[in-house]
């Protein structure tokens, strides 16, 4: 089984490019399902048909498309946990709508989402799952919460043999509310749900994150923090596709700059993503849009390649970490010693090289983890920038 998520910034191509990937899956004879969270119900739009609904509803031959209403996810699944942290709170003498707007955790609509593929995943009723991501580096956070979760599920559990997780976090707020079995239930439930979806999106060979940027600065500084993020995660990011792209001939009009700063951008971003598979999409003459033009795009895109296809699985930023000192690898695009430059300006770290057609800045985010470090050594090393930050 495949799970290819597709996120980045808000109008870059997110959903028509899931809509073209599982096109292009389905003709390959897979069965593909693609899911959308989005509340604008975006997916309708894109196939032009009105069939996408709460259950898996057929597009084409082998096509099913799911438009995921998280609150209805959120209901059924949470729905007691929901009520009894709220009860906590209510009964400490918060107003009992504020209680439930407060125990509802930021990111439990997205997490739901994602939880409905775990049931997929669980019955291995697809070759192919493509999740179109709503817009927002936010979003991308709870991809992660799997891990963070069963992480604390694991280590609560082992403490108190019974109780675990979510409930478990509350409990401090309450002497004297027991928790309902009923909730403890579910709650078992959910974490081993997450368990395996945290399993499924941590294996390259099943999951690839893949960022839709547009050759310009916002789209593209997004990516690369999801970039980071993914990789700092250890979820697999495959290919970029850089949409939206002007061809040549609107040279000597309004766009002649756009094309000019464009390609500037789509040389940056080659940079910055190597060496991970990158897609450059045109922007068409009219909206991409409708199952034939879709198709069409797919074709343009892929080729004639496997869209199922793992285009990369190796990291692109490791990090190693021993004692006071942290160490960042990053994959070089060149391997000589001396056309190189690392400077850290604040939380980015800026590689300036030299290549043949001037200087070239890659700019990479650095984790959260090195605010209290220096940069301390910038070595390279089998075709890898190695630099050490110390305490
Ligand atoms: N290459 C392209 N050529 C022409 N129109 C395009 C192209 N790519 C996207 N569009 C159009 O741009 C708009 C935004 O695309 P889309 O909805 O896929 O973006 P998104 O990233 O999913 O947005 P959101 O963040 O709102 O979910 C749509 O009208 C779509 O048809
Ligand atoms: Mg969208």
């Known amino acids: 089984m495949r799970l290819i998520i597709y996120t980045g910034k808000g109008g870059t191509g997110k959903t028509v490019n899931s809509c073209s990937t599982a096109i292009k899956l389905a003709d390959l004879n897979n069965k593909t399902l693609i899911i959308s969270s989005d509340p604008a119900h975006t997916l309708k739009d894109a196939f032009m048909t009105s069939v996408v609904g709460n259950k898996p509803v057929k597009v084409l031959d082998n096509l099913y498309a799911l438009q995921i209403d998280p609150v209805l996810e959120l209901a059924e699944n949470y729905g007691s946990i929901l009520s009894y942290v709220a009860s906590i709170f209510s009964r400490r003498g918060l107003d009992e709508t504020l209680s439930y707007e407060i125990a509802m955790l930021p990111g439990m609509t997205q997490l739901f989402s994602l939880l409905k593929i775990e049931e997929f995943i669980r019955h291995q009723d697809f070759d192919c799952i493509i999740m179109d991501m709503p817009a ?4 991308l956070r709870y991809l992660y919460f799997p891990k963070l979760a069963g992480n604390i599920g694991e280590k609560l559990s082992g403490f108190t043999g019974v109780f675990s997780g979510f409930v478990k976090m509350f409990q401090p707020f309450s002497s004297f509310a027991p928790i309902p079995t009923d909730v403890i239930q579910i709650e078992m439930n959910l974490l081993k749900r997450l368990e395996l979806l945290s399993k499924t999106i941590i294996d390259p060979k099943i999951t690839s994150l893949r960022l839709i940027i547009n050759p310009d600065t916002f789209s593209i500084e997004n990516a690369k923090r999801a970039l980071m993020s993914a990789n700092l995660y250890g979820i697999n990011v495959d290919a970029v596709i850089i949409n939206k792209i002007f061809p ?119 984790p959260a983890a090195t605010i209290t470090m220096k940069l301390f050594e910038v070595k390279i090393h089998e075709g890898r920038i190695e630099v050490t930050f110390k305490e």
Not at 136 to 139: C, D, I, K, R, V
């Open 136 to 139: 927002s580096g936010e979003a």
């Open 248 to 366: 040549r001939e609107v040279h000597n009009s309004y766009f002649t700059k756009w094309v000019e700063y464009q390609s500037t951008k789509i040389e940056e971003a080659k940079t910055s993503f190597y060496p991970l598979h990158i897609i450059e999409e045109r922007f068409y003459e009219k909206e991409l849009k409708g199952i034939e033009m879709l198709r069409e795009n797919a074709e343009a895109i892929f080729n004639n390649e496997d869209p199922s296809r793992v285009f990369y699985s190796d990291k692109v930023f490791e990090f190693v970490k021993d004692g006071s000192i942290l160490i960042l690898k990053v994959k070089a695009p060149f391997t000589d010693k001396d056309n190189f430059d690392v400077n850290r300006y604040g939380d980015y770290l800026a590689i300036k090289i030299l290549g043949a057609t001037g200087y070239i800045v890659n700019v990479i985010p650095l």
